[in-house]
């Protein structure tokens, strides 16, 4: 089997006991982890996030999108101390190339550690603003070039045109997928999106189900089979099987005292 079609394998996590007051439907969906440490939810995480750039940038195809590669600077440290050098780095330059070109940039950036010497990267896409010129094969920017440094961000950086939507979306795939087995520090984001980098509300579905969580637990499971025991039809959520008292939360010995 693919590993990016495995289910969440997070072993503690809970379940969601639904019930659609309108048609008197019970599911029970127990929902991904949603961790970057699970294989299956970091996969499906990924896809998520590279489709949301793609979109964005059909979006706005008016944009002079750009793909930029900046540094944190040489000499930083461990890990920890990288990450809280470049993002106050990334923040100045932001501000800095605002004030200089009255533009807002929009932005979807992705963090990777460099394989040869292990320093922070922030792999971006962005509506740029200021000019670009290839020279010997390569692209270049007087702007970035005289800011960078200034900034607190090390002078090795990459600029190209971006060319497609789909482009965008092998970008982000591609730079998520080499950060899997980084271990970050607790609460780091890995994946930064400007504010007005393109929503999209489709994605954001109406719930039609009041939810109540079960825990996997005794009272969890005492729950459940009370629910069960009432007659009432419990059908789980993705295959819309009905749920037996051979189910997994109740196939565990507990005493439940039913009096």
């Known amino acids: 089997m693919r590993e990016d079609i495995l289910e969440c394998e997070t072993g503690n996590r809970p379940y969601l006991l639904g019930h659609n007051r309108e048609t008197g439907e019970s599911v029970l969906h127990r929902p ?69 070109f009255k533009h807002d940039w929009m932005t979807f950036t992705v963090p990777e550690l460099g394989d040869t010497f292990g320093r922070l990267h922030y792999h971006t896409i962005l509506d740029c603003g200021f000019d670009c010129i290839q ?14 440094k200034p900034c607190g961000l090390g002078y090795i950086y990459d600029i190209s045109p971006l060319g497609s939507p789909e482009k965008a979306s092998n970008y982000v795939t591609q730079y998520i997928t080499s950060g899997f087995g980084v271990e970050f520090p607790k609460g780091f984001r890995r994946v930064r999106v400007s504010q007005n980098f393109p929503k999209f509300d489709e994605d954001e579905k109406t719930d039609e189900f009041d939810w109540q969580v079960i825990m996997c637990s005794p009272d969890g499971r005492r729950l ?8 009432e039809i419990v059908r789980e959520a993705k295959t819309k099987k009905p749920i037996g008292f051979d189910h997994p939360i109740l196939a565990i010995r507990h005493e439940v005292d039913l009096s």
């Open 224 to 231: 459940l089979l009370g629910v069960l025991l009432s007659g």
């Open 32 to 100: 991904d982890c949603k961790l970057w440490s699970c294989k299956h939810c970091a996969r499906v995480k990924a896809k998520q996030w590279a489709s949301r750039a793609r979109r964005g940038v059909r979006q706005e195809d008016g944009r002079d999108w750009h793909f930029m590669t900046v540094t944190v600077q040489e000499q930083s440290g461990v890990l920890a101390r990288q990450v809280k050098i470049m993002a106050h780095a990334w923040d100045k330059l932001l501000k800095r190339g605002k004030r200089a």
């Open 135 to 148: 020279r010997g094969g390569k692209w270049r920017s007087a702007w970035l070039h005289d800011n960078l």
